[in-house]
Protein backbone atom coordinates (compact mmCIF):
# COMPACT_ATOMS: atom_id res chain seq x y z
CA UNK A 1 0.00 0.00 0.00
CA UNK A 2 0.64 3.67 -0.52
CA UNK A 3 2.37 5.87 1.62
CA UNK A 4 -0.36 8.47 2.29
CA UNK A 5 1.45 10.79 4.68
CA UNK A 6 1.71 14.78 4.09
CA UNK A 7 5.05 15.81 2.50
CA UNK A 8 7.57 17.02 5.09
CA UNK A 9 10.80 18.33 4.77
CA UNK A 10 12.46 15.01 4.40
CA UNK A 11 10.08 14.04 1.16
CA UNK A 12 11.65 12.89 -1.76
CA UNK A 13 9.64 13.09 -4.81
CA UNK A 14 10.63 12.06 -8.23
CA UNK A 15 11.51 15.29 -10.63
CA UNK A 16 8.86 14.62 -13.50
CA UNK A 17 6.06 15.81 -10.50
CA UNK A 18 7.61 19.20 -10.74
CA UNK A 19 4.46 21.02 -11.62
CA UNK A 20 5.63 23.79 -14.16
CA UNK A 21 7.75 23.95 -16.84
CA UNK A 22 9.33 20.28 -17.63
CA UNK A 23 7.77 19.33 -20.58
CA UNK A 24 10.72 19.03 -23.26
CA UNK A 25 8.78 19.74 -26.23
CA UNK A 26 7.72 23.07 -24.98
CA UNK A 27 11.11 25.11 -25.37
CA UNK A 28 11.95 27.93 -22.64
CA UNK A 29 13.57 30.91 -22.20
CA UNK A 30 15.13 31.26 -18.74
CA UNK A 31 16.44 34.16 -17.37
CA UNK A 32 18.11 33.21 -13.75
CA UNK A 33 18.14 36.95 -11.84
CA UNK A 34 20.62 37.11 -9.82
CA UNK A 35 21.48 39.91 -6.54
CA UNK A 36 24.89 41.60 -6.73
CA UNK A 37 25.52 42.54 -3.25
CA UNK A 38 26.12 38.64 -2.09
CA UNK A 39 29.06 36.79 -0.32
CA UNK A 40 31.64 34.49 -1.79
CA UNK A 41 29.63 31.06 -1.16
CA UNK A 42 26.25 32.64 -2.58
CA UNK A 43 28.66 33.60 -5.97
CA UNK A 44 29.74 30.26 -6.10
CA UNK A 45 26.43 28.42 -5.59
CA UNK A 46 24.90 31.65 -8.78
CA UNK A 47 28.31 29.90 -10.39
CA UNK A 48 26.83 26.03 -10.31
CA UNK A 49 23.39 27.10 -11.26
CA UNK A 50 24.58 29.12 -14.25
CA UNK A 51 26.72 25.92 -15.38
CA UNK A 52 23.49 23.64 -14.82
CA UNK A 53 21.33 26.06 -16.78
CA UNK A 54 23.67 25.76 -19.94
CA UNK A 55 24.18 22.18 -19.59
CA UNK A 56 20.06 22.34 -19.87
CA UNK A 57 20.62 24.76 -22.41
CA UNK A 58 21.93 22.34 -24.98
CA UNK A 59 18.78 20.02 -24.34
CA UNK A 60 15.68 21.07 -26.20
CA UNK A 61 13.77 22.26 -23.08
CA UNK A 62 15.78 25.50 -22.55
CA UNK A 63 16.31 27.49 -25.77
CA UNK A 64 18.08 30.24 -23.98
CA UNK A 65 19.64 31.43 -20.55
CA UNK A 66 20.42 34.80 -19.27
CA UNK A 67 21.64 35.58 -16.31
CA UNK A 68 20.73 39.38 -15.52
CA UNK A 69 21.43 41.24 -11.81
CA UNK A 70 18.05 42.13 -10.27
CA UNK A 71 17.54 45.77 -11.48
CA UNK A 72 17.78 49.15 -10.04
CA UNK A 73 14.97 49.94 -7.01
CA UNK A 74 14.16 52.92 -8.36
CA UNK A 75 13.77 54.82 -12.10
CA UNK A 76 16.83 56.13 -13.04
CA UNK A 77 17.34 59.55 -14.96
CA UNK A 78 18.46 60.24 -18.04
CA UNK A 79 20.59 57.52 -20.23
CA UNK A 80 19.17 54.35 -17.91
CA UNK A 81 15.43 56.38 -17.32
CA UNK A 82 13.73 53.11 -19.71
CA UNK A 83 15.12 50.13 -17.29
CA UNK A 84 12.82 48.14 -15.70
CA UNK A 85 12.44 49.13 -12.13
CA UNK A 86 12.76 45.86 -9.25
CA UNK A 87 9.29 46.85 -8.37
CA UNK A 88 7.96 46.70 -11.57
CA UNK A 89 9.57 43.24 -12.07
CA UNK A 90 8.59 41.61 -9.06
CA UNK A 91 4.90 43.03 -9.90
CA UNK A 92 5.15 41.44 -13.20
CA UNK A 93 6.14 37.56 -10.90
CA UNK A 94 3.43 38.19 -8.44
CA UNK A 95 0.36 39.11 -11.08
CA UNK A 96 1.89 34.72 -12.06
CA UNK A 97 1.31 33.68 -8.89
CA UNK A 98 -1.99 35.21 -8.52
CA UNK A 99 -3.18 33.74 -11.98
CA UNK A 100 -1.72 30.39 -11.09
CA UNK A 101 -2.72 30.52 -7.72
CA UNK A 102 0.62 30.36 -6.04
CA UNK A 103 2.87 32.64 -3.77
CA UNK A 104 6.39 33.94 -4.03
CA UNK A 105 6.72 34.12 -0.44
CA UNK A 106 8.94 33.72 1.68
CA UNK A 107 11.75 34.46 -0.98
CA UNK A 108 10.18 37.52 -2.18
CA UNK A 109 8.68 40.14 0.47
CA UNK A 110 6.84 43.72 0.38
CA UNK A 111 8.89 45.67 2.98
CA UNK A 112 5.99 48.71 4.21
CA UNK A 113 6.97 51.84 5.16
CA UNK A 114 8.08 52.28 8.89
CA UNK A 115 8.21 55.37 10.75
CA UNK A 116 11.59 56.00 11.85
CA UNK A 117 12.04 57.43 15.34
CA UNK A 118 14.94 59.62 14.18
CA UNK A 119 13.70 61.06 11.24
CA UNK A 120 11.14 63.19 9.94
CA UNK A 121 10.41 61.24 6.84
CA UNK A 122 9.35 57.41 6.58
CA UNK A 123 11.69 54.91 5.04
CA UNK A 124 10.60 54.06 1.95
CA UNK A 125 9.02 50.48 1.16
CA UNK A 126 10.22 48.12 -0.94
CA UNK A 127 11.15 44.82 -1.65
CA UNK A 128 13.13 42.17 -0.96
CA UNK A 129 14.59 39.74 -3.42
CA UNK A 130 16.20 36.38 -2.87
CA UNK A 131 19.65 36.06 -4.06
CA UNK A 132 18.92 34.01 -7.11
CA UNK A 133 14.97 33.65 -9.17
CA UNK A 134 14.31 31.92 -12.19
CA UNK A 135 12.09 33.29 -14.82
CA UNK A 136 10.58 30.55 -17.37
CA UNK A 137 9.12 32.18 -20.63
CA UNK A 138 8.52 30.21 -24.07
CA UNK A 139 10.51 30.72 -26.62
CA UNK A 140 7.87 29.74 -29.26
CA UNK A 141 4.98 31.37 -27.89
CA UNK A 142 3.97 35.61 -27.84
CA UNK A 143 2.80 35.45 -24.03
CA UNK A 144 3.02 38.73 -22.08
CA UNK A 145 4.21 37.40 -19.05
CA UNK A 146 6.45 34.44 -17.33
CA UNK A 147 5.11 30.53 -17.08
CA UNK A 148 7.07 30.47 -14.73
CA UNK A 149 8.79 31.73 -11.74
CA UNK A 150 11.40 30.00 -9.37
CA UNK A 151 10.94 29.49 -6.32
CA UNK A 152 7.49 29.31 -5.92
CA UNK A 153 5.16 28.27 -2.55
CA UNK A 154 1.81 25.86 -3.59
CA UNK A 155 -0.61 25.54 -0.93
CA UNK A 156 -1.75 22.21 0.20
CA UNK A 157 -5.10 20.86 1.43
CA UNK A 158 -4.21 20.59 4.23
CA UNK A 159 -3.56 24.35 4.78
CA UNK A 160 0.33 23.73 4.62
CA UNK A 161 2.35 25.04 1.52
CA UNK A 162 5.45 23.43 -0.07
CA UNK A 163 8.32 25.71 -1.92
CA UNK A 164 9.58 24.27 -4.75
CA UNK A 165 12.79 26.31 -5.42
CA UNK A 166 15.69 26.99 -8.30
CA UNK A 167 17.46 23.81 -7.02
CA UNK A 168 13.85 21.62 -7.22
CA UNK A 169 12.87 22.86 -10.74
CA UNK A 170 16.72 22.12 -11.92
CA UNK A 171 16.82 18.38 -10.85
CA UNK A 172 13.16 18.41 -12.29
CA UNK A 173 14.60 19.59 -15.62
CA UNK A 174 17.39 17.58 -15.76
CA UNK A 175 15.13 14.75 -14.64
CA UNK A 176 12.96 15.16 -17.96
CA UNK A 177 16.08 15.88 -19.85
CA UNK A 178 18.15 13.29 -18.85
CA UNK A 179 20.96 15.47 -18.22
CA UNK A 180 22.79 14.24 -14.90
CA UNK A 181 24.48 16.66 -12.31
CA UNK A 182 26.89 13.65 -12.03
CA UNK A 183 26.21 13.22 -8.05
CA UNK A 184 23.78 11.35 -6.09
CA UNK A 185 21.37 14.39 -6.05
CA UNK A 186 20.40 13.56 -9.61
CA UNK A 187 16.70 12.65 -10.13
CA UNK A 188 15.50 13.78 -7.07
CA UNK A 189 14.68 16.70 -5.11
CA UNK A 190 13.30 18.08 -1.11
CA UNK A 191 10.14 19.73 -1.16
CA UNK A 192 10.14 22.65 1.65
CA UNK A 193 6.84 22.45 3.56
CA UNK A 194 5.77 25.46 5.12
CA UNK A 195 3.00 26.96 7.00
CA UNK A 196 0.90 29.28 4.70
Do not use: K, N
Amino acid sequence: MADQRQPTARTRTEPVRHPICTDPTTPLVVTCYVRGDVTAPSRRQIEAVRRRLETLGETSLVADVRVRQWPPRRHATGAGADITTCDALVERFEQWADDSAYSLRPAIRRRSASQSLLEDDPSAPGVCVPVMLLELEYAERETSGPAGVIPYTVPTDSGDAITYTVSDWLAAAEGATDVGVGDSRRGEYERVPQRA
